[in-house]
């Protein structure tokens, strides 16, 4: 994470790096004391849903999916996070259960925050309320953009609608390629997606072929790379498949 200046000013969490990258100098330093660092192997939890919430995370690098398990045992992909982003704060600042499991996709690095010490920062830098609550409000709203767009959205559309937004996201992360290729950060499976999307891993390997013939994307082992982005997101938002 940068350890540039960000001026004071709105609640919003800026676009390049999400929670991390709003803070000032002085707020980080005093975060960073507060916490401590930890590293975190690829598929191992960060949090586990229905536990006690005793500490929040933020990233420092490496990716990290969000991911909820209903009564029938069906885990469901909800999000992904990266570097900069606070994850594992909901259900200790509601002072509940966590609703949701977030789990490492790759080597992740990140800054444990013990719960209370949090708070204790909270209510020592109240600008930094309004940006936790700005990002609260930012992320039901990518969530219900991202639902509205899936009902009306199905098969290859709804995989480049997906794409879309992890392309936006990742070039966040990593400049696009000299042609303006841009590589989806987190890596992801094929049975990931689907479940993200509400669609079986068949659906998604024949979304990706109908994506491949087109020249949208190239795809590897858990490496999607989106070839050209202006072209996907017009595809993603046509009224044809």
Do not use: N
């Amino acid at each position: 994470m940068s350890e540039r200046t960000i001026p004071r000013g709105g609640p919003a969490a800026s676009p390049g790096g999400g929670f991390w990258d709003a803070l000032d100098v002085p707020e980080r330093a005093a975060l960073r004391a507060a916490g401590r660092s930890r590293t975190y192997a690829p598929r191992v939890p960060l949090c586990y849903q229905g536990d006690d919430s005793d500490h929040i995370i933020i990233i420092e690098s490496g990716w990290a999916k969000v991911t909820s398990a209903g009564e029938d045992g069906r885990v469901v992909v909800l999000a992904v996070r990266g570097p900069g982003d606070l994850v594992c704060e909901s259900a200790v600042l509601g002072r509940r259960e966590r609703s949701a499991t977030v789990q490492a996709l790759d080597h992740v690095r990140a800054l444990v925050v013990p719960a209370a010490r949090f708070t204790a920062f909270l209510d020592a830098h109240p600008r930094v309320w309004l940006l936790v609550s700005g990002t609260f409000v930012q992320r039901l709203d990518d969530a219900d953009r991202r639902l509205q767009a899936h009902v009306s959205a199905q098969g290859a559309r709804r995989l480049a609608l997906l794409l879309d937004g992890l392309a936006e996201l990742s070039a966040r992360h990593a400049p696009p390629g000299p042609d303006g290729a841009i590589a989806i950060g987190p890596p992801l499976s094929q049975e990931e997606l689907g479940s993200w999307m509400d669609a079986s891993r068949e659906t998604v390997a024949r979304a990706l072929a109908t994506l491949r013939r087109e020249g949208l994307v190239s795809t590897g082992w858990r490496k999607i790379t989106v070839e050209d982005p202006p072209r996907l997101r017009e595809f993603a938002q046509s009224s044809e498949e």
